[in-house]
């Protein structure tokens, strides 16, 4: 069974950090581009990062530039979105999700082309 599963979501002070995982069983997913989006309440969801297979691409919505980075360990299968200095604004729930297999590059926030998606992890920002 093809599944994704993210963790490391919580209740953090702005300016704090988290560091999320998605880790996937049931399919390899070194051959998978990997995309993380959010969803606030009573918004849309909205593509934050994405990563290639091969780790040489990779794409930041511009309120994330500079705060958040994606990396991936394919020998754990999984793959990681490190959030620093966080702000109220970045509250909402996080899903990963992946794109492929053997796609070039990542699509960024196209959503409709991801394949397979997470539950979610909640990430809020507050004091």
């Known amino acids: 069974q093809v599944q994704l599963v993210e963790s490391g979501g919580g209740l953090v002070q702005p300016g704090g950090s988290l560091r999320l995982s998605c880790a996937a069983s049931?399919?390899?997913?070194?051959?998978?581009?990997i995309g993380w989006f959010r969803q606030a309440p009573g918004k849309e969801r909205e593509g934050v990062s994405c990563?290639?297979?091969?780790?040489?691409?990779?794409y930041y919505e511009d309120s994330v530039k500079g705060r958040f980075t994606i990396s991936r360990d394919n020998a754990k299968n999984t793959v990681y979105l490190q959030m620093n200095g966080l702000k109220p604004e970045d509250t909402a729930v996080y899903y990963c999700?992946?794109?492929?297999?053997?796609?070039?590059?990542?699509?960024?926030?196209?959503?409709?082309?991801?394949?397979?998606w997470g539950q979610g992890t909640q990430v809020t920002v507050s004091s």
């Open positions: 990563i290639s297979s091969s780790a040489h691409t990779t």
């Open positions: 049931g399919f390899t997913l070194n051959y998978y581009a």
């Open positions: 999700a992946a794109e492929g297999p053997r796609v070039r590059g990542c699509s960024g926030s196209a959503s409709f082309k991801y394949d397979y």
